[in-house]
């Protein structure tokens, strides 16, 4: 099936969501929901033209598509990846010895490999961009150029444009093959040049993120590390594991979530956990400097003569979504730690619930973007031989700025209030303070989250705050 075909039938479909209503049937009123879930329909329905239908694509192998890969709601059309030389996946590496030009690496015996600055007792990186976007992205050159400056690494750019652009459910189906593209690689520089499988690394923003997950899937999750972008909601949360990123894919899956909002509300991002480690910056749904136009407006005749139209329009559009790259690629190689809070909600993180990672749960705490293998709640649980999977469905949570440098540090104060003999036990007030150190100055901070507050004496007053840099 062609674009064309998929977007004939999405009129009606959406027509078909909006009025959406319980359905009837013997057993009485179902919920829409439940119903929606392909696995509890008993008869084909119409909406599933590629069920059960497998086809094969040489030496990576076959896909296919069956009834749990539908969903009314989540994933109500599937259809199989475009031809492999339309989507044209090509691996672009960089080293050391060749930081600007690429040299690309093909499977075939034409020697490319060889010929290469390809070496396999490096570690590997490889970039993998997402819908809509090309290996000539900034933020692609900006990653690849903050990896080479890190270490020596084998830096691959995956190049999957040609799959890449409208309509968005062919593109998530591209992801499928892109992903066999891939693990066929590294399996092929695993047995023929000696590469470990453990020091591979799969970066992928938004269908990037999930086509790493196809990736590692392929590979039985025996590669060392998948960093998730803000991998994409449509088509991919609330569905099955094998459908989308998840902590089977690699020994070490972190992910970082930034525009968490319903695609309803023009959300792109996941916002449920799927890796070892979740990281929800700001709440992970709205990051500041982005919230409004207000907010954007101001710095796009900035970025657009800095950094071009792509880049302004990326930030225009898709603000949120974008913001985990640029998290990530400041983390590199910054001297300030992202270090994040696992906590039970984001309002909990903010009551200061959550705060220290010296008391007797050290295990809390994780440090966000490149050095998340360094995380406490990780390191710790490895060394005390216990189970990583313990993390599974932990949000871990902080705060960061709204412009370059984002990584902020997180502090607390704790003010406890004098009782004299002849003070009232109470009074209702507002209290602020303002703080001075040498990399800033908070003024005027607010420790009564309410206008007026009652303060009961010998009460401590405690109030977490983020805006003093690193």
């Known amino acids: 099936m062609n674009g064309r075909g998929v977007g004939d039938g999405e009129g009606p479909l959406f027509l078909l969501l909006i009025a959406l209503t319980p359905v009837i049937c013997s057993a009485g009123i179902l919920d829409p929901w439940q119903w929606a879930r392909s696995d509890r329909i008993e008869v084909n329905i119409p909406w599933l033209p590629f069920e059960n239908e497998t086809r094969c694509y040489d030496e990576l192998g076959c896909l296919n598509i069956t009834r749990n890969w539908y969903h009314l709601i989540h994933r109500p059309l599937n259809v199989f990846p475009l031809p492999r030389e339309v989507i044209n996946t090509r691996f672009i590496l960089y080293t050391h010895q060749n930081p600007l030009e690429g040299q690309v690496l093909k499977v075939a015996k034409d020697k ?41 690494y084998n830096v691959i750019v995956v190049d999957w444009a040609g799959g890449s652009l409208p309509l968005y459910t062919q593109a998530t189906a591209n992801t499928r093959l892109v992903g066999l593209e ?147 690629v400041e983390s590199i190689n910054s001297k300030c730690q992202y270090v994040a809070h696992e906590c039970s909600s984001y309002a909990s993180f903010l009551r200061g619930e959550c705060f220290s990672c010296k008391s007797n749960n050290s295990l809390s705490c994780g440090v966000m973007g490149y050095h998340a293998d360094t995380s406490p709640a990780l390191v710790k649980r490895q060394a005390m031989g216990q189970d990583v999977s313990t993390l599974l469905g932990s949000k871990f949570f902080f705060i960061t700025g709204k412009e370059d440098p984002y990584c902020r540090r997180h502090y607390r104060i704790t003010i406890n209030l004098a009782r004299p003999t002849t003070a009232e036990s109470w009074v209702q007030g507002f209290m602020k303070v303002t703080l001075h150190a040498d990399n800033g100055v908070i003024r005027n901070m607010d420790l009564t989250p309410r206008q007026v507050q009652a303060l009961a004496a010998s009460v401590g007053l405690d109030n977490p705050h983020t805006r003093l840099a690193c």
């Open 182 to 328: 891939l693990a066929h690689l590294i399996k092929h520089l695993q047995t023929n040049y000696g590469l470990e499988p453990n020091d591979v690394h799969l970066i992928g923003h938004s269908l990037g993120a999930h086509t790493a997950g196809y990736a590692g899937e392929k590979l039985g999750g025996n590669i060392g590390r998948i960093t998730g972008l803000d991998p994409a909601e449509p088509y991919f949360q609330g569905m099955p594991s094998h459908l989308r990123l998840d902590y089977t894919d690699a020994r070490l899956v972190d992910v970082i979530h930034t525009d968490g909002k319903s695609i309803f509300f023009l959300g792109y991002g996941m916002s449920q956990p799927c890796g070892h480690l979740d990281f929800y910056p700001n709440n992970g749904k709205e990051q500041p400097g982005c919230t409004d136009l207000s907010e954007t407006t101001p710095s796009l005749p900035l970025t657009l003569i800095r950094e071009g139209l792509e880049e302004a329009s990326r930030v225009l559009v898709a603000c949120n979504h974008v913001r985990a790259l640029k998290l990530f």
């Open 112 to 152: 490319s490999i060889e010929h290469s600055n390809f070496n396999p007792k490096r570690k590997t990186k490889f970039i993998i961009h997402g819908f809509i976007d090309t290996p000539l992205s900034n933020w692609v050159k900006e990653m690849r150029s903050e990896l080479l400056v890190h270490d020596d």
